[in-house]
């Protein structure tokens, strides 16, 4: 990705840094905010799983998955338009 974020012109560790800083800075916000809007790509929610039940693949035996918060991603209208085209 930073490759591909690279100009020329640019120091390619300035471009690495940038992204580092981004995914710190997004990791940070999610503690404290339940929505994270990135322009033009989609955003992030922070959403509440129930308890439930669920299999252990490998014994077979059923098993209590706790409740959790998660990170889900919402692509926006325009970027899944470009992957569906």
Same mark, same amino acid.
């Given at each position: 990705?930073?490759?591909?974020?690279?100009?020329?012109?640019?120091?390619?560790?300035?471009?690495?840094?940038?992204?580092?800083?981004?995914?710190?800075?997004?990791?940070?916000?999610?503690?404290?905010?339940?929505?994270?809007?990135?322009?033009? @790509?989609? %955003?992030?929610? @922070?959403?509440?799983?129930?308890?439930?039940?669920?299999?252990?693949?490998? %014994?077979?035996?059923?098993? !209590?998955?706790?409740?959790?918060?998660?990170?889900?991603?919402?692509?926006?209208? %325009?970027? !899944?338009?470009? @992957?569906?085209?």
């Amino acid at each position: 990705m930073v490759s591909a974020l690279c100009p020329e012109d640019v120091i390619w560790s300035y471009t690495a840094r940038f992204l580092e800083a981004f995914a710190r800075t997004i990791h940070a916000e999610m503690h404290s905010a339940e929505k994270i809007l990135i322009p033009e @790509v989609g %955003t992030l929610h @922070v959403t509440h799983r129930s308890a439930r039940k669920g299999r252990n693949l490998a %014994t077979g035996e059923e098993i !209590q998955i706790a409740a959790r918060r998660v990170v889900t991603f919402k692509a926006t209208k %325009t970027l !899944q338009d470009r @992957v569906n085209s």
